[in-house]
């Protein structure tokens, strides 16, 4: 990232050169033909005509170039932020996964898109500021020091009022972003619960819901969106007033013969210049403060404090023996031990902290002796077939689904142990009908059935399932 930083800076200053280069030529080219008749001819103008048109080329090509470089730069630092929330993420506990699963999906998907715009508008324009503005102001100051001195007592005027409005608009952004991830964790319940709602009659209700929070959502956005038209607003008031104190003096002056029109003319086509970078400033910064919460909100996700994965320990030998202090549990090779209780009771998180997703609030876990705290977690998880309590379907066809965790020895005989082979009877095409998104829906039974025939065909030596008959 600090490579586009300095390539944008030296495009900055390139800009910056080439718009006071530029303000000079022309004046110098009107203040010739206006009192040097003798000028008035292709002969003697082709040359400073030249000049200028090659600075507006020169100038127009930064621009251009600056924007590419900060669209680069832009869509790394998104992919960069996007993996390190990911992998701040899968790198969670389940559960606490799922506390935090609409937040970071919001972040993801739509909150780190703002940050384009803090990228591609704001940056540049803040550099561009930097650089343009005070080498301006000493130009003007170089051909008309009274015109300097009204830029300089103006300037000051812009940022004082831009941090006050900026401090209100910081606020409505992060509540912009608050209700968007509200809306977003609803609607996901919503549409989860539909079935439900819709064999108890209360679809209407879940409808008045979501548009209940959509206005919500609007109305937060209107209202930042007003702030940014008044900043706006104030912004250019500001300049405009700057530029016509500058116009009037200049014209007194020059009524007056108290300065040459070169220099009037020059002072008059920089003084824009100079309130030009602030007004892009303005124009983009409450775009990029709906990025620049996203980016804070991600920073926070990131930033948390995650629980150690595992240690570096290889997995010991077959058979593998599970032993659980709380209560005195050993799961033994060839046999199947079932965890029973109400519900709350912890079934699932033991399951969990004997895949070394979470440690036990107390007593050990071993497996053949070693903790499973020590155990290097991806050899362990090589040996552990899993079934959750809701199974993962990813996009693409039955047989990729089926080895998800790796390739079956035997996909039809794990089928049949499953009962899903009924089901692939009635796909179109099937091992390889294509299913979840953009493909062929499955029922809640299916989809356990295709989850238990990915974990009975599995060739790993221990099978852990989370509630396997649900929606059977």
């Known amino acids: 990232m600090r490579r586009f930083l300095v390539a944008t800076t030296a495009c900055g200053v390139l800009i910056a050169a080439c718009t006071i280069a530029s303000a000079v030529v022309l004046a110098g080219i009107v203040a010739r ?72 999906a919001v972040v993801v998907t739509r909150g780190l898109d703002g940050l384009r715009m803090y990228f591609t508008a704001y940056l540049p324009s803040l550099f561009l500021a930097a650089i343009l503005t005070p080498a301006t102001v000493v130009v003007i100051a170089l051909y008309d020091w009274k015109s300097a001195a009204i830029v300089v007592i103006a300037l000051p005027l812009i940022p004082i009022f831009m941090i006050l409005i900026g401090l209100a608009t910081a606020d409505r952004s992060a509540a912009a972003l608050t209700a968007m991830s509200t809306l977003q964790s609803r609607l996901l319940d919503l549409v989860a619960g539909l079935p439900t709602l819709r064999a108890l009659g209360r679809t209407e209700g879940a409808a008045a819901r979501i548009a209940e929070l959509s206005a919500a959502h609007r109305r937060s956005a209107m209202a930042t969106m007003r702030i940014a038209f008044l900043s706006a607003l104030v912004l250019e008031l500001l300049a405009t007033l700057g530029v016509a104190l500058v116009a009037v003096g200049v014209g007194m002056r020059l009524v007056y013969g108290e300065m040459t029109l070169t220099a009037g003319l020059t002072a008059l086509l920089l003084a824009p210049e100079v309130f030009w970078p602030l007004r892009r400033v303005g124009v983009a910064f409450h775009s990029a403060q709906d990025g620049k919460t996203a980016v804070e909100a991600a920073f926070r996700f990131i930033d948390r404090k995650t629980p150690t994965t595992g240690g570096t320990l290889a997995v010991p030998g077959d058979p593998v023996i599970i032993e659980v202090d709380v209560p005195e549990l050993v799961a033994e090779p060839g046999r199947i031990t079932v965890l029973t209780g109400p519900n709350g009771v912890g079934k699932s998180t033991l399951l969990q902290a004997i895949l070394g997703l979470g440690g036990p609030a107390a007593g ?36 990729d689904n089926l080895d998800l965790f790796g390739q079956l020895p035997d996909p039809a005989a794990a089928c049949r142990a499953a009962c899903f082979d009924a089901v692939l009877a009635t796909l179109p095409d099937g091992m390889q009908t294509v299913v979840g998104r953009g493909g062929v829906g499955l029922s809640l039974g299916e989809r356990q059935r295709l989850g238990l025939a990915r974990v009975l065909g599995s060739a790993a030596p221990v099978l852990l399932f989370d509630e396997p008959t649900a929606h059977l």
């Open 33 to 104: 033909v206006i009192t040097d008749p003798s000028s008035r001819s292709v002969d003697v103008l082709i040359a400073p005509i030249a000049i200028l048109l090659a600075l507006w080329t020169v100038r127009t090509l930064a621009h251009w170039r600056q924007g590419r470089l900060a669209q680069r730069g832009a869509s790394a630092v998104i992919a960069d932020l996007t993996a390190a929330v990911l992998t701040t993420a899968t790198s969670l506990p389940p559960r606490e996964l799922n506390a935090q699963r609409d937040d970071a």
């Open 364 to 399: 050990r876990i071993r497996v053949n002796g070693v903790d499973v705290d020590d155990l290097d977690p991806r050899q362990w998880w090589a040996r552990v077939a899993w079934l959750a309590q809701r199974p993962v379907l990813i996009p693409g066809t039955v047989q």
